[in-house]
């Protein structure tokens, strides 16, 4: 499976105004051209997975608005299950799949998402094991393709386990700060160079509203 981050960031790699934010005051400085290549590329791929805090915030459908019939598979992973069942991932005809962990069983709330005609799967004891995961994806659910658009905790744990081959990055001409702001990867971090994850740069293209830049995975 090829998995592609695909984020908007500051200069300084933030996602959002604050801890808690929503990452759509971000997406103001776009043009609706800028909006509609983010939506292409969601036509392109067939999964699309982000982070429970970002259905919390934003609340999004992550559909492709350009294209009729292209909708990639939504993924959401939540260690805990504990997802708004009146969020629009759940409440639309889309398809969605719900990811948790044995310590987050809920049969009773299984059986809920499922009753909207969601799928819900186990993939790891007490935090998700995405190697596991896209090997259910790929081999149950024919997902080649998965584009990430998640916060920095998720980033951090796909990093981690090694599964990102490719990252594009719109990044704007602003400047955020901010401590405790959400980066694009941000989790426990690396103390020791040799275990940061590698990239190569492929592509770094001016725009007028941002920086398209594209990294793939040193083998």
């Known amino acids: 499976m090829k998995t592609t981050i695909f984020s908007q960031i500051s200069i300084d790699g933030k996602l959002t105004m604050g801890a808690g934010n929503s990452s759509k005051e ?3 400085l776009f ?7 983010i939506h292409l590329f969601r036509g392109n791929v067939q999964g699309i997975m982000v982070g429970k805090n970002t259905i919390l915030t934003d609340n999004p459908f992550l559909t492709n608005r350009y294209e009729e019939n292209k909708n990639p598979i939504r993924i959401i992973p939540t260690t805990t299950l504990d997802i708004p069942l009146d969020s629009n991932v759940l409440s639309d005809e889309g398809r969605t799949i719900i990811v948790t962990t044995e310590k987050g069983r809920d049969e009773y709330k299984i059986r809920q998402i499922r009753e ?3 799928e819900c799967l186990i993939c790891g004891e007490d935090k998700v094991d995405f190697v596991e995961l896209e090997r259910q994806l790929e081999d149950n659910f024919g997902i080649t393709s998965l584009m990430v658009e998640g916060g920095g905790f998720l ?3 796909i990093f981690d386990q090694d599964i990102v081959d490719e990252i594009i990055l719109m990044q704007l001409p602003i400047i955020i700060g901010g401590s405790t702001n959400i980066t694009l990867v941000d989790g426990d971090g690396y103390q020791q160079l040799c275990f940061a994850k590698k990239f190569k740069v492929v592509e770094i293209q001016p ?7 594209r990294y793939k995975k040193v083998i």
């Open 116 to 118: 909207r005609g969601k």
């Open 155 to 157: 980033n951090w744990h």
């Open 207 to 213: 725009k007028d509203n941002y920086t398209l830049m």
């Open 31 to 37: 043009s609706s051209e800028d909006m509609e290549f």
């Open 26 to 28: 971000l997406f103001s």
